[in-house]
Nanobody, 114 residues
Framework: QVQLMESGGGAVQAGESLRLSCAAS????????MGWYRRVPDKQRELVAQ??????TDYQDSLKDPFTMSRDLRNTVFLQMNRLKPEDTGVYYC?????????WGQGTQVTVSS
């Protein structure tokens, strides 16, 4: 059974940074896409960034500069979030889609105070 475990969330001041990690365990079959989504107050869940199996990255336009997504050679993805703003407050989710289906993590809370 595949499980995704996010970590790295927390409470910070505006302008500070956080680095989120998502480690996948279990048997994934042919990973296609690994990504980060978030749900901020009063909005639907939205894409933050994703990376495809060939290394191509895709960001929400407004987040491309302060946020950077990367992955290691195993099934772990990272989201480096710099210059955080209060509007970045929300729950951040990891998503992995393999050949069979998609998987979601439980989410990690990010709170940015002004």
């Amino acid at each position: 059974q595949v499980q995704l475990m996010e970590s790295g969330g927390g409470a910070v001041q505006a302008g500070e940074s956080l680095r989120l990690s998502c480690a996948a365990s279990g048997k994934l079959i042919g990973i296609r896409v690994m990504g980060w989504y978030r749900r901020v107050p009063d909005k639907q869940r939205e894409l933050v960034a994703q990376i495809t199996v060939d290394g191509a990255t895709d960001y929400q336009d407004s987040l491309k500069d302060p946020f950077t997504m990367s992955r290691d050679l195993r099934n772990t993805v990272f989201l480096q979030m710099n210059r955080l703003k209060p509007e970045d407050t929300g729950v951040y989710y990891c998503r992995i889609r393999d050949f069979v289906r998609e998987y979601w993590g439980q989410g990690t809370q990010v709170t940015v105070s002004s």
